[in-house]
């Protein structure tokens, strides 16, 4: 035979090998169609569906292999395909048409058809293992655009699990690369992950391979997938809490950081918490935040997960009883935002409540890495600021002492900027830890006087909203209660007790506000500048028309002004 009559009977052999393949291909589009249509034994035939569905974007990527990789593959596997195709084509007809000759013989024979399906599978995933197809060839399915219905949606999702069952590592990496596009960018692909397949199965397999670039892809996803409350259930139910931990102990940086936000969307149910700290997820993340090993976010998603963790009194204690809390008051110096916030907070979730573990963070050195964050020299964000204000307020109230620390170490003074010069959040959350503050002690009272917090506090009595209005009132209220403030209010402004008089006059009713307005006058009484000002302004009449409508403290406050007067009175007549 020569040369040129070989080179022709390839090509026919190549030509036929194509067509075969081609019409393999269509064949199976022909079932997947038609099993739609079956009304009967729909459990099988929905495992039927989903192997066709792999088998066909399988081939398809043979298709696009080169020719000597297409014909080794259609001369082996593509007839027997055919011919399992065919019969379960009969088979499905008999169930659309109801003519079968029993119920028990046609399960068995879905029973032997999804069997030959996995095997034919199985095959071709073994020909792309021993090289013989290579990812390099093989057909990349384009992703449906925008508006794709949920069948074209679903194929492409079920393209990607064939490779990932079948392709070697590179193809692997892709098929995971591109499914976290499409779930990061439209989340009706995550409903579909949980639908086609087994694709969460495959998903929480790869999170255990050696291979870092495969396990961070995978961990990347089931992080994704975690973002919604429907799926949690599905990834906890497919055993993946135990996988992810392993990942915190022996994946990649980024592997454990997408390990690390996964279990923290997970714990948020205190079963899962047990389930984590079995795994011996608490040890793996308190080496993470004491290694010194890792950056900033990896540590900042440690100590957010083992906040969650904290929660469950049982794994507290481990935490407690390994003697970490001196790491984390270090971590809240971090210059890394992140760090900062998560540890901050981890530290007031695991002491608050908790006297003997308050009095540890405190004995640590917590109090005061809390309110050097406040520093207004340091470049802190606002976010991180409201963080350690919040802190401040849960766990340095519980004593005197603790309250005596904070003055000394300056947060009078950085309360007070904040006060003056705070964004918004800061500043309300500055008022609020300032109410807390004035109930402590006579000495900070006068502390807080001494700083300048009285006129600052008479500016936000007239503030937009009612409850900075109400906490500035009650602040100034506890404030004047001192005879030192009193006399410094009644002096620093000749407009202050006016200023308060006008406010009396807004219409809301006789409010909790007023009432403290009223308890801030009548404190006021007790020093005679006080008094000789509030019976000499314009606005007294304020007060009056309070008292005629059976105000009782503004009676009460026409009374002492009344009583006085009249003492002067007597004075000036037995003096003359």
């Not at 906890?236 to 990942?247: D, E, H, K, N, S």
């Not at 049982?314 to 270090?330: A, C, D, H, N």
């Not at 207004?376 to 991180?384: A, G, I, Q, V, Y």
Request: proline letters at 1%.
């Amino acid at each position: 035979m020569g040369e040129e009559e070989q080179n022709q009977n390839s090509t026919e052999s190549i030509t036929a090998m194509k067509s075969s393949l081609r019409q393999a291909i269509e064949d199976i589009f022909s079932l997947i169609s038609l099993s739609h249509s079956i009304k009967v034994f729909t459990v099988k035939w929905l495992l039927i569906r989903k192997k066709l569905e792999e088998l066909s974007s399988g081939l398809m990527a043979v298709e696009n292999c080169d020719s000597s990789q297409n014909t080794t593959v259609s001369s082996g596997l593509i007839p027997s395909v055919l011919a399992t195709v065919n019969e379960c084509h009969n088979l499905a007809r008999s169930c659309v048409d109801l003519s079968y000759s029993g119920k028990l013989l046609m399960q068995s024979d879905l029973d032997a058809m999804i069997a030959k399906f996995e095997g034919h599978l199985k095959n071709l995933s073994g020909m792309y293992t021993a090289g013989i197809l290579s990812q390099g060839f093989a057909i990349v399915v384009s992703r449906p655009g925008l508006g794709a219905c949920k069948d074209e949606m679903r194929f492409y999702i079920g393209d990607l699990l064939t490779r990932m069952k079948i392709g070697d590592i590179e193809m692997k990496r892709q098929a995971l690369v591109n499914l976290y596009q499409v779930v990061d960018e439209d989340e009706r692909y995550g409903k579909l992950v949980v639908e086609v397949g087994d694709l969460v199965n495959v998903l929480v397999g790869f999170l255990d391979s050696p291979e870092m670039e495969i396990q961070e892809e995978a961990s990347k996803i089931v992080s994704l997938l975690s973002g919604f409350d429907l799926y949690k259930g599905v990834l906890v139910g497919a055993g993946i809490i135990g996988p992810l931990v392993r990942v915190l102990e022996n994946g990649s940086e980024l592997g454990k950081g997408a390990a690390a936000r996964c279990l923290q969307r997970l714990t948020v149910n205190s079963e899962n918490a047990w389930s984590v700290s079995a795994h011996g997820g608490v040890t793996a993340l308190l080496k993470i935040c004491s290694s010194g090993e890792f950056r900033g976010e990896l540590i900042g998603l440690a100590c957010a997960l083992l906040r969650n963790l904290v929660g469950v009194e049982e794994i507290k204690r481990f935490i407690v009883e390994e003697g970490v809390i001196s790491t984390f008051i270090k971590l809240a110096r971090s210059r890394e935002e992140i760090v900062q916030i998560n540890s901050m907070e981890f530290l007031q979730n695991i002491a608050s409540a908790d006297d003997p573990v308050r009095e540890m963070v405190i004995r640590e050195g917590g109090i005061r890495a809390l309110v050097r964050v406040l520093d207004p020299r340091l470049s802190t964000s606002s976010k991180t600021r409201e963080v350690a204000l919040r802190a401040i307020e849960k766990l340095c109230f519980s004593s005197q002492n603790c309250v005596n620390m904070l003055m000394n170490y300056g947060f009078i003074d950085y309360l007070f900027f904040f006060l003056r010069n705070g964004e918004v959040s800061v500043q309300e959350l500055a008022l609020k830890v300032t109410v807390r503050l004035c109930g402590t002690s006579e000495e900070a009272k006068k502390a807080m006087g001494d700083a300048g917090f009285l006129p600052e506090l008479v500016k936000l009595l007239d503030a937009k909203s009612y409850e900075v209005r109400e906490m500035a009132t009650e602040a100034l209220s506890s404030l004047v209660s001192i005879p030192k403030n009193r006399k410094r209010f009644v002096q620093d402004d000749d407009r202050n007790i006016g200023y308060l008089l006008q406010l009396l006059d807004q219409g809301e009713g006789i409010s909790g506000n007023k009432k403290l307005l009223l308890s801030i006058l009548m404190s006021l009484t007790s020093c005679s500048s006080g008094r000789r000002k509030i019976a000499s302004s314009g606005y007294l009449k304020n007060i009056e028309k309070l008292a005629e409508a059976e105000v009782t403290d503004a009676k009460r406050l026409v009374r002492k002004l009344s009583a006085n007067r009249f003492r002067s009175i007597l004075s000036g007549f037995w003096h003359s």
